[in-house]
């Protein structure tokens, strides 16, 4: 599955409304062949995990559409709304290449990386190649990462130079033999950002108590669902937030996406 922003309500590229008027302006879509002529992965398993739970949480928000006229308004809104796509309320726009330069962006305040955060919104898919492998992303051009999904990563950023890009956001059926070997994996003593207001004192390994535990891209039942766990299964948490209602929202990591879930249906 793919993040893609393609297109306003009107199957334009710009002119119409703020906003994703039909759900499809922003939406997450198959993987399908555009061709692309590369993927962009940042070596980080945290990265690219923060990367593809921003980049499904935009797509689901239908505060945020495509305008190539309007491109730069959905990252004013996500600087104002904690880097969090789930949590803007105010009608914006993007287009392909400034919601995903956004994205990384973002993940770089929530992440603390400088180098992500110096990825300027202005880039184009043009120069969108260059200036992620500057901010430390590998370009992957082999063609098995080009024809299908099979070898991709949640995360993978795929572009076709001049023409579109999107992320991936699930990883392929072969992606952890040849083609993940040189990802560095999540590990447990990962510093949580404390300035978005996480505390890292509950870190730990999880498993989940209820079945059909929703992992929320923010905390509070409001925020929009990136996946469903399952009874018994294991998160590795690397912090939590507290501030909704007096009940812990941990953020954790599942299956490679990065969220929060409720402490309550969570025990060590």
Not at 175 to 188: C, F, L, R
Not at 239 to 244: A, I, K, L, S, V
Not at 247 to 268: E, H, P, Q
Request: net charge positive; charged share 20%.
């Amino acid at each position: 599955m793919i993040s893609n922003c393609g297109h306003d309500e009107n199957g334009r590229y710009s002119g119409g409304k703020a906003g994703d008027q039909t759900g499809t302006e922003w939406q997450v879509i198959n993987w399908y062949s555009r061709p692309w002529k590369c993927v962009l992965r940042h070596p980080n398993a945290k990265v690219r995990a923060m990367i593809a739970s921003m980049a499904k949480a935009a797509a689901v928000n239908n505060k945020i559409g495509y305008c190539q006229s309007h491109r730069g308004t959905f990252w004013t809104n996500l600087a104002d709304s904690n880097f969090d796509p789930a949590q803007i309320t105010v009608a914006c726009e993007a287009d392909c290449s400034s919601g995903v330069a956004a994205i990384v962006k973002g993940a770089g305040y929530r992440l603390g990386i400088d180098a992500l955060k110096k990825v300027s919104t202005a880039c184009y898919t043009g120069n969108l190649r260059a200036a992620l492998k500057a901010a430390g992303f590998e370009v992957l051009t082999e063609n098995k990462y080009l024809t299908s999904d099979a070898y991709l990563l949640a995360g993978d950023i795929l572009l076709n130079d001049g023409a579109h890009t999107a992320t991936n956001l699930t990883d392929g059926a072969k992606s952890s033999g040849a083609g993940a070997s040189n990802t560095t994996p999540v590990k447990s003593n990962t510093k949580v950002d404390v300035a978005h207001g996480f505390n890292k004192s509950l870190a730990g390994t999880y498993k989940v108590t209820v079945s059909g535990l929703n992992l929320r891209a923010g905390a509070g039942t409001g925020k929009s669902i990136l996946a469903v766990m399952n009874h018994d299964e294991k998160v590795q948490c690397y912090g939590y937030y507290n501030d909704c209602n007096g009940v812990k929202w941990l953020y954790v990591v599942y299956k490679n996406i990065v969220g929060y879930a409720s402490s309550k249906y969570l025990s060590k």
